[in-house]
């Protein structure tokens, strides 16, 4: 039997096995043996790691692409995350009627991406609520986002009247109802933000962390409680999306707890455990739930560490750095971070923290596969995909926004300089991105499918 292709002289990142020296054989896009060093494999292309560290491709279940661009962000996008060793994204989808938009994002995403990418739903609407399984089955959508942080005057702003508690529950029931759906939420207590910020404002303050202060984790934790009870109540599964602080942790833990009660995803971003409220990006790193305080960098990590997060997304925003380039208030929300991800794991948790590899990679690709319906995802198994990274642990490099491939021209991590970086990235057995450039190959045939989780 002709393998399309051998990857040998690798340390294989193998299910609770570790790192295993070895060799990897893909046909037809997928892991088709796993073998010993000394076993010959008959390939039409070999591929030699060099003793090197081969990880399953990140999955990053947060995105924003169409952010930025919108008719060209999948082409940016998607590269910016290749390059990052990202091999499959979950982007958001909102529009007034899905049934009638959906297409159209569907095809142009096809025809740009470089990597496999699936979307979630934003639901904002009672009409989203009423048309959630049609929408859901008939193009393969298992996952939505609510935003509780548009409700009232902060939702008329951008045009949504029917985001409330009530929508909140309506759309826990409804996703209830739809085998293998998760609700992911944004929880912040927007109400009670101006109350806190008018006096930050009005002091002259101008520093991201009044931008912490306006919208303290409490706010977070509040909504938490809120979305985890109702869930219970309605017998949804619920995703606690982009969470940042341990307040909002602990609540989630302590709803855990209640016996008998439907599951609670928890995601947390790569800023949450890498920047605090004094790095000197600035408005740079301004995003909501605002980037906290060390204490809760620390409690990210023994969330990753004890298996309280689920997933890592990289709530990636690519805009421009004039939108951003403006005192903390005014400064756009959000910042480019897919490609990141596997670089600031390595870096903060394997080498600063010694968190293992296997746990670093079970929230940046195996849970994502399996929270979110992705069974060919996930893992480096015989029959998987082969999305795979090579990474070199010991390469340094610093962050340059220049060579990150997105539409945005910034980074919050510019001229940082991290330890552990990808050097070849792998979508079903191809090689998309080499020594941090993309493939001419990849640029001409963006080659990325649609990944249908219902
Ligand atoms: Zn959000």
Not at 79 to 85: D, F, H, I, K, Y
Not at 126 to 144: N, Q
Not at 399 to 417: H, I, K, R
Request: net charge negative.
């Amino acid at each position: 039997m002709t393998l399309d292709l051998v990857l040998k002289n690798a340390r294989i990142l193998l299910p609770q096995r570790g790192l295993v020296p070895g060799r990897i054989g893909v046909r037809a896009g997928r892991i088709a043996v796993i073998a010993d060093e000394a076993e010959a494999l008959d390939a039409r292309e070999t591929i030699d790691c060099e003793g090197r560290v081969v990880l399953p491709g990140v999955i990053d279940p947060h995105v924003h692409f169409g952010f930025g661009s919108p008719e060209t962000d999948f082409e940016t996008e998607s590269r910016n995350a290749a390059l990052g060793g990202t091999t499959s994204v979950l982007s958001f989808h909102r529009s007034k009627d899905i049934r009638d938009s959906f297409a159209e994002a569907h095809d142009r995403a096809v025809s740009q991406s470089c990597i496999d990418f699936g979307f979630h739903f934003g639901l904002t609407s009672h009409l989203h609520v009423e048309t959630l399984r049609e929408i859901s089955e008939k193009f393969g959508v298992s996952s939505y986002k609510l935003y509780m942080m548009y409700k009232g005057a902060a939702g008329l702003a951008k045009g949504f009247t029917d985001i409330d508690d009530g929508l909140l529950y309506a759309a826990l029931r409804e996703a209830a109802a739809i085998p293998g759906a998760v609700l992911g939420v944004h929880c912040e207590n927007v109400e009670v933000i101006p109350l806190l910020r008018d006096p930050l404002r009005a002091a002259g303050r101008d520093d991201l962390k009044a931008w912490n202060e306006q919208s303290p984790d409490f706010l977070e934790a509040e909504n938490v409680h809120r979305v985890c009870y109702f869930a219970g109540k309605t017998g949804a599964t619920v995703n606690i999306v982009h969470l940042s602080s341990k307040e909002a942790l602990d609540e989630v833990r302590r709803h855990r707890r209640t016996p008998g009660r439907p599951p609670i995803h928890v995601e947390t971003c790569p800023h949450y455990l890498f920047l605090n409220d004094e790095s000197p990006a600035g408005p740079y790193a301004k995003v909501n739930p605002p980037v906290r305080g060390q204490a809760d960098v620390e409690a990210m990590w023994e969330g990753v560490l004890d298996g309280s997060v689920t997933t890592i997304g990289s709530d990636h925003v690519p805009r421009k750095r004039s939108t951003k380039d403006k005192d903390i208030w005014s400064a756009s929300n959000g910042f480019p971070g897919t490609g990141m991800i596997l670089p600031i794991l390595l870096h903060e948790g394997y080498h600063r923290r010694g968190v293992p590899l296997e746990r670093l990679m079970q929230v940046a690709s195996g849970n994502a596969a399996q929270s979110y319906n992705m069974p060919s995802k996930g893992g480096i198994e015989v029959g998987k995909d082969a999305d795979l990274v090579v990474v070199d642990l010991d390469l340094e490099k610093t962050v340059d926004a220049a060579v990150l491939e997105s539409y945005a021209d910034y980074s919050p991590y510019e001229g940082m300089t991290l330890k552990g970086w990808p050097v070849r990235t792998l979508v079903r057995g191809r090689t998309v991105a080499l020594d941090g450039k993309i493939t001419e190959d990849a640029r001409r045939e963006p080659g990325g499918r649609y990944l249908r989780r219902l």
